[in-house]
T-cell receptor
């Protein structure tokens, strides 16, 4: 089944403790992206990647890192999480950005930083 | 970045009625997409309409696009309780997609 898999689904952590949220897609998509969703603010893009080894900042990249060493994986790294990073996170992929391709989303990761 | 803005912010209808949501955008586009999100879940791609198309259908969904007015509408016919969700429009050009805040649709049985 074609899908985007995020792990974990739920995570509670403490301020400053490094964490990684994994994202993997099995559709050989070139484009991958991370979003966070907060009440009243909608989905905001954190980082995106046009292809392997190509990443770029979205609208809210502060406090996050990403890497794209292989096509299928696009982990989101929080080096020193803070409470304002408590949010619902989504990974998405597409065959290419723009050009008439829909996006496939993961099921989300609900992160709480205390 | 490109962003669609949905209107209304919230919509409540009775089961069986039609639901119409609108989307406006500001820049030229290659295509426009609509997504659905059930509470707390990932977004699901519903339909994509290209800039040279004016109308598209998929099941109970009908999407129109007016590039001269930079607007689109999503019509859901014969709504069901299961259609209760948030709906987002997203425009696509040469820059990454940016999502608006969506329209929250409630279908009351």
């Amino acid at each position: 089944e074609a899908q985007v898999t995020q792990n974990p689904r739920y995570l509670i952590t403490v301020t400053g403790k490094k964490l990684t949220v994994t994202c993997s897609q099995n559709m050989n998509h070139e484009y991958m992206s991370w979003y966070r969703q907060d009440p009243g603010l909608g989905l905001r893009q954190i980082y995106y990647s046009m292809n392997v080894e190509v990443t770029d900042k979205g609208d809210v990249p502060e406090g996050y890192k990403v890497s794209r060493k292989e096509k299928r994986n696009f982990p989101l790294i929080l080096e020193s999480p803070s409470p304002n990073q408590t949010s619902l996170y989504f990974c998405a992929s597409s065959a290419r950005n723009g050009g008439g391709y829909g996006y496939t989303f993961g099921s989300g990761t609900r992160l709480t930083v205390v | 970045s490109q962003q669609g803005e949905e209107d209304p912010q919230a919509l409540s209808i009775q089961e069986g009625e039609n639901a119409t949501m609108n989307c406006s955008y500001k820049t030229s586009i290659n295509n426009l997409q609509w997504y659905r999100q059930n509470s707390g879940r990932g977004l699901v791609h519903l339909i994509l309409i290209r800039s040279n198309e004016r109308e598209k259908h998929s099941g109970r969904l009908r999407v129109t696009l007016d590039t001269s007015k930079k607007s689109s509408s999503l019509l859901i016919t014969a709504s069901r309780a299961a259609d209760t969700a948030s709906y987002f429009c997203v425009t696509s050009g040469n820059t990454p997609l940016v999502f608006g805040k969506g329209t929250r649709l409630s279908v009351i049985a």
